[in-house]
């Protein structure tokens, strides 16, 4: 007997795309992750409201702004948030409703604007949405983010943008100062077309990709262990890493190349997982077709996570209807997958992420 799913429902642009009857979201034991601007209510007078029916209730920490909703020493703040963020993880701290937060990485306009933290493609085109992962100056900056959002009664952060754009990222500076002695070329003429020329190349190159994601990962996670000990915590602060999982980028095994992460070096690193379904492709395929087995056969690796000891949450981005609510649910039921989790609206970069992803 498959064990019942949990629902996790955000907004994280604007106003959520369909109208929304919370009382019966939490009454499905659905997790809604919010904006504090979502909420037309005060954080006190929502929570009365609805307490009654939740298990677990969010709020977006850092969004893809670069901004902070909480009093952040380290990130710049939306002021106008900062009063909500603090009453509703207070509250719901106060109720024993567990308590989770959204976190961008990567995904972070602010730094992006850097031109010495910009993802760059070969031809030296900046990416204005991303920062390149092989800066160590960020995992600090982030991990920094990670125990200021610990020292608040929360229980797990959701980390979204974990990885690189794609395979063909990034060639800025750095990255093409320390990874072009590794294939016996110089910087300045290291291009995305000389690596997939030569296999063993191309193979180094996703490698050392792996491994700089899962270095900045680990940090965040050092983070998130270091604020666990130092604080009076009933349990250890909990780190989701979200896995891009998209038809158009090969699914799962194609996708650690695309990407840079690998779920077993997560399942290491944080235990826990939050694969992002078709992000880039939005209709699932049709239950009882190929493409839908293809699907659910690709997610067949959450069984060994979990065997391991890991958590594996279905996520999925722009959720209008009861219909694709129900649609998410049977396909976790199909994969073995536990909790469930979406948005009623897309990122409001969600264009320009679209198309570096899987534009030519």
């Known amino acids: 007997m498959q064990p019942s799913s ?20 939490f009454m499905q034991k659905m997790v809604i992750l919010l904006k504090p601007e979502d909420i037309e209510t005060s954080a006190k007078e929502f929570l009365s409201t609805y307490a009654s029916y939740m298990e677990s209730v969010g709020i977006y920490g850092k969004g893809s702004d670069g901004h902070a909703n909480y009093q952040s020493k380290t990130a710049p703040v939306h002021e106008e948030n900062v009063g909500f963020f603090e009453e509703w993880v207070e509250i719901a701290n106060a109720l024993e409703i567990n308590t989770a937060v959204g976190m961008d990485l990567y995904t972070d306009r602010l730094f992006a604007k850097d031109p010495n933290y910009q993802s760059k493609n070969d031809k030296g085109k900046a990416m204005d949405h ?3 992962p092989n800066s160590p100056e960020f995992w600090q900056y982030a991990s920094e983010i990670v125990a200021e959002i610990g020292h608040y009664p929360v229980d797990e952060i959701f980390v979204f943008g974990a990885g690189f754009i794609r395979d063909r990222f990034c ?8 990874f072009a002695p590794l294939v016996n070329q110089e910087p300045d003429r290291l291009t995305h077309q000389y690596l997939t020329e030569n296999p ?3 193979e180094k190159w996703h490698e050392w990709r792996s491994g700089i994601v899962h270095q900045g990962i680990e940090q965040l996670q050092a983070a998130a262990r270091d604020i666990s000990d130092s604080t009076e915590r009933t349990k250890p602060l909990k780190l989701s890493i979200e896995m891009l999982l998209d038809p158009m980028t090969g699914l799962t095994e194609d996708a650690q190349n695309e990407y840079g992460y690998d779920w077993r070096r997560i399942l290491d690193i944080t235990g826990s997982m939050l694969v992002n379904l078709y992000p880039w492709s939005p209709i699932l395929p049709a239950q009882e077709s190929s493409e839908y087995d293809e699907l659910v056969e690709s997610l067949y690796f959450s069984n060994e996570f979990k065997r391991r000891g890991g958590d594996v949450t279905l996520f999925r981005w722009g959720i209008d209807s009861i219909e694709e609510v129900r649609e998410l649910k049977d396909l976790a039921k199909d994969a073995a997958i536990d909790r469930i989790s979406g948005t009623f609206a897309y990122p409001d970069d969600y264009s320009d992420r679209r198309e570096e992803a899987i534009g030519g």
Not at 9 to 15: D, E, I, N, Q, R
């Open 130 to 132: 991303q920062i390149c």
């Open 171 to 178: 060639f800025c500076e750095k990255c093409r100062n320390d």
């Open 200 to 202: 063993e190349y191309h």
């Open 6 to 25: 949990e629902l996790v429902l955000c907004s994280t642009v604007g106003l959520p795309m369909m109208k929304v009857n919370y009382r019966e979201l």
